[in-house]
């Protein structure tokens, strides 16, 4: 070989490093918003038995508060909706694995963040006082002497302990079925739950008229992505910001949550 061709052959070689190079960055930079507009849909992953925020419909379709923000999200992307059934064990590995593109009704912890990242709160949860409307009760000294079912061993039953007067007389049980139960079959004055199962008792108990007197704890559900997806984290925050200012999550709070939304449950 001689000098000339041997520098062509070099030169050849550096421009095919060169691209190669390039290829590996260009597939670097590649992010999750560029994956999700390619594949045309974003998967999103919920809780499909957790109502009012996410279960089955008539049509097997999932519903919900979760569902309508997700749904709202897939369309200021232009990609279709896919919602990927999770479980609280499997749901962040599904997300750091890219199973799915992001998760909903995740609540925020310094030991998470270590791991994923939030955007912003979306959802109100928070844990609350129900009564008959007939019931004054505004604060927790409204608690002296009444009869209050919570359920055992939970943040609610932590929560109550805590606030309750000495002269309230708190009836545990082992599941919300008889925590609701209790209530409205008048074994108890109130009952304190969070507002995913007080929406639920709040819809259908039309003679009883119960209603949210006050919170005891609040914590916000966010959006968690993967960590470094700074477009993604944009385009949801704005999503949500838009959802905030244009009524679209008082909608789906007053049907799903059966209460009208207010902002400073999403604050953390």
């Known amino acids: 070989m001689n000098i000339k061709t041997a520098m062509k052959s070099t030169t050849f070689a550096m421009l095919m490093l060169g ?52 749904q709202y999200i897939a369309d200021a992307l232009k990609v279709k909706l896919v919602p990927v059934p999770i479980t609280g064990q499997n749901r962040i590995p599904y997300l750091t694995e890219k199973r799915v593109d992001m998760l909903v009704s995740v ?28 019931m004054e009760v505004k604060g927790k000294e409204d608690l002296a002497d009444k009869s209050i079912a919570v359920n055992r061993g939970t943040l609610e039953d932590t929560s109550l302990t805590e606030a ?33 199962v007080g929406a639920q008792v709040l819809a259908r108990q039309e003679a009883l008229k119960p209603e949210q007197k006050f919170q005891l704890l609040t914590s916000p559900s966010h959006i968690a992505l993967n960590k470094g997806e700074e477009r993604l984290k944009t385009a949801i925050n704005d999503a949500v910001a838009k959802m905030l200012a244009d009524g679209k999550l008082n909608e789906s709070s007053e049907m799903w949550l059966k209460t009208p939304l207010n902002p400073e449950n999403l604050k953390d």
């Open 107 to 134: 609540g925020y912890s310094k030991e998470r963040a270590e791991v994923i990242d939030f955007a912003a709160a979306y959802a109100p949860y928070y844990i609350a006082v129900i009564g008959p409307a007939a």
């Open 19 to 70: 691209g190669a190079v390039l290829g590996f960055a260009s597939s670097a930079n590649a992010d999750a918003i560029d994956d999700i507009t390619k594949a045309g849909v974003l998967n999103v992953g919920v809780f499909a038995d957790f109502p009012p925020f996410s279960s089955a419909s008539a049509d097997m379709s999932l519903k919900g508060y979760d569902i309508d923000v997700a």
């Open 164 to 196: 309750a007067p000495p002269s309230a007389d708190i009836k545990r049980f082992d599941n919300y079925n008889s925590v609701i139960q209790a209530f409205i079959s008048g074994q108890t004055d109130l009952m304190v739950v969070g507002n995913d």
